[in-house]
């Protein structure tokens, strides 16, 4: 049994990034300097959220294409998901861009399913150039599975704060000295029994973990083997519980250990635990993370994006909450093995 | 690992509601809301031909105006968000359910949108206060038809 | 008449801390905190206790949405001493109208007037 590893002997590259994010992302996060392309207005001065929340995605994409100097017609797949009922932001963008498409759904996962996807079309030799990538918007997301926006409940400190962001990587055949994927595990989906949708983080890190460590055994690796490794959005509440599990299963040191969403705003309590959403994980693996590849600080990461697959409809029938995580290894120092 | 043991690390690990500082806050602000209920009905009864028992009517309508403008400039999640129970007990937490899902469902239109969901919050206050009274009226008219108690 | 703000400020205060410790001890969800408040005003009324709380705290228990269950209860109870049982169902709206009626037309014309945000 493969118990989801994958490998990627001729290494696909990601040769552009482009992330885009919200006003309230423009202000308060501590990645905004890294972003592409931030905007005044929550819905892109768009009528709707979901208008605005395509939008996000579509100008994440072109930014990729244009950094990388392709046109629209050179890509082969786009391969997105977000969060919306039936993923309509991911679908529209698609008809906008006019890309053979599959929609892509993990939830907050999906940053890195996408890629796992992209890897293994471009591994197979069925696609040169292939678009992968995430996105949320706040109030889109926010009155679909919880209330609306205006009404006031009072929110515990592990809640999390949907990012309104979206992070798109074109991915092609290997490139030497450039961040490329060289394996990764499909995750099972776990269920600790977890209720409570403002408590997500604790819902998903036993998720993060299983992920975590069949990464680590079916691919003979070792924490230290990596300059870090970073979680989609466990939030601060789930991130301690994730390191409380490592060093109970026998990871003592967790000290490369980063988590996207407590990172996010900053650890700013008006956000809670931090941030989440399909745009979180890939908002910082395609800028930070990225970034730190390209410059070199970074020589090899694992990124391992997790998501809570539940709906509101599961929770008001009273189901626990379901998890899953995708790890992810990118490296930049490897030649091609070809 | 087990559930029941992962629920009891995730007990000790998460950070727990701060239950007497939240019922202190709520302590505060729905005391308050309620003060200002008390000086808008001591306003109509003074400019108005308002008794002490009828002017709860006006006041309670006014209060829900009020409710509609703070929600509306996104002051009335802050509100909540620091008073827990001492901003959704009070009837403009009613009005701030109803207020909050008719504007977030604009974009569906007045019909579908606003008329579709403006009681999905509301709905079950106005069902269960319907339903109840209808069931403790009922028994007291019954009991008070057999003598058992008088009106 | 001072201390009808007092006991209106306290009354109020202790209502909202019974539902906030519905929500926060025995973690019910603030729907359903409501609703056993709801329920609990009408309750209180059949037993003819709430009138006198009124009497004794003014806003402090109209206000609340305890005195929602109260005023249904309340509409039935009266149209049913003159009427019967069928002025259990045709009193229920008698007092609690202004209410309802209220969050009707100023919910639409909020959604006129607004459009929700994101903002912290």
Redesign the interface.
Same mark, same amino acid.
């Given at each position: 049994m493969k118990n989801g590893i994958l490998t990627f002997n001729s290494m696909p590259s990601i040769h552009s990034a482009g992330v885009t994010a919200?006003p309230?992302e423009k202000k308060?996060s501590v990645f905004a300097q890294s972003f592409d392309k931030l905007y005044e207005d929550?819905r892109c001065d768009l009528p709707t959220n979901e208008d605005g929340h395509k939008q996000l995605m579509y100008d994440a994409v072109m930014v990729a294409l244009s950094k990388a100097k392709k046109d629209v017609e050179k890509i082969d797949f786009f391969l997105t998901g977000d969060l919306v009922n039936q993923m309509t932001p991911s679908n529209f963008t698609a008809q906008a861009l006019g890309i053979p498409y599959l929609g892509m759904f993990s939830a907050c996962a999906t940053s890195v399913s996408s890629m796992i996807t992209a890897a293994l079309l471009a591994e197979a030799k069925q696609a040169n150039w292939l678009i992968a990538g995430s996105s949320s918007q706040?109030?889109a997301v926010?009155?679909q599975f919880r209330y609306?926006?205006?009404y006031g409940?009072?929110k515990a400190a592990t809640a999390q704060?949907t990012v309104?962001a979206a992070g798109a990587v074109l991915i092609g055949q290997n490139k030497p000295g450039t961040p490329s994927i060289s394996c990764a595990t499909i995750g099972k989906v776990v269920d600790m029994g977890m209720t409570d949708p403002l408590n997500m983080g604790a819902a998903m890190a036993p998720a993060a973990m299983s992920t975590l460590s069949s990464h680590l055994n079916g691919h003979s690796k070792t924490v230290d083997d990596y300059d870090t490794i970073i979680t989609g959005d466990l939030g601060s509440s789930g991130f301690k519980l994730l390191k409380a599990l490592a060093n109970e299963q026998g990871l003592p040191h967790t000290k490369n250990f980063r988590d996207a969403g407590e990172e996010f705003y900053g650890m700013d309590p008006?956000?809670f635990a931090g941030a989440s959403g399909a745009g979180c994980s890939a908002a910082v693996f395609f800028s930070d993370v990225y970034q730190k590849l390209q410059k070199g600080e970074y020589q090899r990461v694992l990124l391992i994006a997790t998501g809570a697959l539940l709906s509101p409809l599961s929770y008001q029938q009273g189901d626990t909450i379901p998890c899953i995580a995708h790890a992810i290894e990118i490296s930049i120092n490897e030649v091609s093995m070809i | 690992m087990e559930q029941e043991k992962y629920a009891h690390l995730e007990k000790e690990l998460s950070p727990k509601?701060p239950?007497l500082k939240?019922?202190i806050k709520?302590?505060?602000?729905?005391?308050?809301?309620?003060?200002?209920?008390?000086?808008?009905?001591l306003f109509y009864i003074t400019f108005f031909d308002f008794t002490?028992r009828t002017a709860?009517?006006?006041?309670?309508?006014t209060?829900?105006?009020l409710?509609?403008l703070l @929600? $509306? !400039? /996104?002051l009335y999640k802050k509100i909540a968000q620091f008073?827990?129970?001492?901003a959704?007990?009070?009837? @403009? $937490? !009613? /009005?701030n359910a109803?207020?909050?899902?008719?504007?977030?469902?604009?974009s569906e239109g007045?019909v579908l949108g606003?008329g579709g969901n403006?009681f999905k919050?509301?709905g079950?206050?106005?069902l269960?206060?319907?339903f109840?009274?209808?069931v403790?009226?009922?028994?007291?008219?019954i009991l008070?038809k057999f003598g058992v108690v008088s009106? | 008449m001072i201390s009808?703000?007092i006991t209106?400020?306290?009354?109020?205060?202790?209502?909202?801390?019974?539902?906030?410790?519905?929500?926060?001890?025995a973690k019910l969800t603030?729907?359903h905190?409501?609703?056993s408040?709801?329920?609990a005003?009408?309750?209180l009324?059949?037993i003819g206790w709430y009138e006198p709380l009124?009497d004794f705290?003014?806003?402090?228990a109209?206000?609340?949405?305890?005195?929602?269950?109260n005023s249904?209860?309340h509409?039935?109870?009266a149209e049913?001493?003159k009427h019967?049982?069928i002025?259990?169902?045709t009193?229920?709206f008698e007092?609690t109208?202004?209410?309802?009626?209220?969050?009707?037309v100023?919910?639409?014309?909020?959604?006129l007037?607004?459009?929700?945000?994101?903002?912290?």
């Open positions: 919200g309230l308060k929550e706040h109030n926010e009155r609306p926006l205006e409940t009072q704060w309104t008006s956000f | 509601p239950i939240n019922v709520a302590f505060l602000v729905g005391g308050l809301i309620c003060l200002i209920g008390q000086f808008i009905a002490e709860s009517n006006p006041t309670v309508a209060m829900i105006f409710s509609m @929600t $509306g !400039f /996104g008073g827990g129970a001492g959704a007990v009070p009837i @403009t $937490g !009613f /009005g109803v207020v909050s899902s008719a504007i977030e469902h604009k007045y606003v403006m919050l509301a079950s206050v106005i269960f206060g319907v109840s009274a209808f403790v009226a009922l028994i007291k008219t008070v009106w | 009808i703000y209106s400020f306290i009354v109020g205060g202790l209502i909202c801390v019974i539902g906030q410790l519905l929500m926060d001890v603030p729907a905190t409501l609703c408040l709801v329920v005003g009408s309750v009324d059949g009124i705290a003014g806003a402090g109209t206000i609340p949405i305890t005195s929602f269950g249904l209860t509409g039935a109870l049913a001493e019967g049982l002025g259990v169902v009193g229920m007092v109208s202004s209410g309802i009626s209220a969050a009707i100023f919910g639409l014309i909020g959604a007037l607004f459009t929700s945000k994101g903002n912290v």
